[in-house]
């Protein structure tokens, strides 16, 4: 077993990385595009509420969808290949930062708002200054689980063509080759435990007053 | 000229039946401290965020030095007054020093001339600079976060202050001593203070005059030697029979 596993890393050591590479660049990418959605799009909802009143059910709906559902349903709309691949990963990860995002903005009390506003910031600067930096850490909780939801579901995307560690995985199924199924999996997990600590890394270093 | 002036100024919250701060005249002179005493949902908060603004009034003007303060920049009109309240509403996320810095930093001074006058200040409201410059406000006792408020609020050298129960959720014997504190930065600054309070011997204390505030509407302006001789009404003589009774408690229980 472990003997098959060493045989297969050194002759596909290539492959290998080239997947991890793909797997990380598209969830990287998934995780960017959601992010530059997700953040605005939760600040226009606590903007207006108008929005929100659609927005975060929608959203919220959106959410429980199986991850496998809205990749399939994609394939009629974009076919097949990393672009699908790309809009469902985006698709399942707006959700979680969007709606942390709002629920972030939402539960910084009023006072704290009038009192930025009564020093005499500006509405910009009170966004920049305290209602963002104050909602940060509900918005990282929500990046950190957008991007191990990613990682998970982008190895399902090797089944619409996307490539990646899902792609080992598969094979491995296909030909019962427990070692490649062995390979892909811890791989995919690990990626992800690394994903998800960075974040929480990133966290520590921007709010350094949450561990003092 | 008034530091400050109010002029038949009234506010009606929408949806309300009455004004919450209800054709509303006084007028205070520079170096005041004048206190606001009255129960809960009388419009005491209401009446202060008139003055920076937090609040436009419905009617009426509100002069400062002068100057009616619907004519002014908003946020530069803010920057010179200062204001702190009982929820203290410090950034968490910001070091003591930071917080203290806001108005200057929105101000643009030099840095030398802010960590100057943050620790001036730190002095001044009695916590040691180096100790506690670079700590957080979860760092620190709910006395200290309201000396860190107060010194925030005093940081850009505004003429007026506006205090909102500053003191209302620290315990007595910190309160006590707030008090005191709070009474000598007054007399060495000359600023004018608008102190708002609930509790009758913090107005009493505090205030050289006191204004008193039932259902939005200032039922006496006085020195607390005046009200206490010449009560406007009925309702402030029943407020100084409920410290007599008090009194009387403690002086047959000790
Ligand atoms: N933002 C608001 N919207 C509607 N009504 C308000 C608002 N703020 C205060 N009020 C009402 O106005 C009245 C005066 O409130 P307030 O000025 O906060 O009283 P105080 O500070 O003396 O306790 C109360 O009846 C209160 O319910
Ligand atoms: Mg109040």
């Known amino acids: 077993m472990f003997a098959e596993m060493a045989g297969y890393f050194q002759n596909n050591m290539d492959d290998f990385l080239r997947a991890i590479a793909t797997h990380a660049a598209i969830s990287a990418l998934a995780l960017f595009l959601a992010a530059a959605i997700g953040i605005p799009a939760g600040i226009l909802c606590v903007r207006h509420r108008g929005v929100q009143r659609w927005v975060v059910p929608l959203f919220q709906a959106l959410r429980i969808l199986p991850s496998l559902a809205v990749l399939f349903l994609l394939i009629p709309v974009l076919g097949t290949g990393l672009l699908p691949a790309l809009v469902a990963l985006v698709l399942l990860a707006v959700p979680s930062i969007l709606l942390n995002t709002v629920a972030g903005l939402l539960q910084t009390p009023e006072f704290m708002l009038e009192t930025a506003a009564a020093c005499g910031m500006t509405r910009g600067q009170i966004w920049r200054s305290v209602w963002l930096p104050m909602a940060l850490p509900m918005i990282l909780t929500g990046i950190k689980n957008a991007v191990t939801e990613i990682i998970a579901s982008a190895t399902l995307a090797a089944k619409i063509g996307a490539g990646g560690l899902g792609e080992i995985i598969f094979t491995g199924l296909g030909l019962y080759r427990f070692d490649l199924l062995l390979a892909g999996g811890l791989t995919v997990a690990l990626l992800s435990l690394l994903a998800a600590g960075s974040v929480s890394l990133l966290g520590r270093l921007l709010m350094r007053y949450k561990y003092v | ?254």
């Open chain 2, 1 to 254: 000229m008034h530091a400050i002036e109010f002029c038949d100024v009234s506010k009606k919250f929408h949806g309300s039946a009455q004004n919450a701060v209800d054709h509303v005249s006084f007028a205070a002179e520079e170096g005041e401290f004048i206190t606001i005493l009255g129960s809960s949902g009388c419009g005491k908060t209401t009446l202060l965020k008139l003055v920076n603004r937090l609040y436009e009034p419905d009617a009426g003007s509100i002069l400062l030095f002068g100057e009616d303060i619907a004519d002014a920049d908003v946020t530069n009109l803010r920057r010179r007054i200062g204001y702190v309240i009982q929820q203290i509403g410090l950034f968490p996320h910001m070091t003591v020093a930071a917080n203290i810095a806001v108005v200057p930093e929105l101000l643009h001074w030099e840095k030398e001339r802010i960590s100057a006058r943050t620790d001036e200040l730190l002095t001044l409201v009695g916590l040691p600079p180096e100790e506690y410059r670079s700590r957080y406000p979860g760092q620190l006792s709910g006395g200290q976060q309201q000396r860190i408020g107060l010194a925030r609020a005093l940081a850009a050298d505004p003429k007026l202050m506006l205090l909102d129960e500053p003191f209302g959720a620290v315990d007595p014997i910190t309160r006590a001593k707030l008090q005191e504190e709070l009474l000598q930065i007054h007399g060495g600054l000359g600023k004018t203070f608008l102190f708002v309070t609930h509790d009758i011997e913090e107005a009493f204390r505090l205030g050289n005059r006191v204004i008193i505030m039932n259902a939005g509407k200032i039922l006496q302006f006085d020195t607390p030697e005046q009200i206490i001789k010449h009560p406007a009404d009925e309702f402030v003589v029943s407020m100084m029979r409920s410290v007599q009774e008090k009194e009387r408690f403690w002086r047959e229980l000790l």
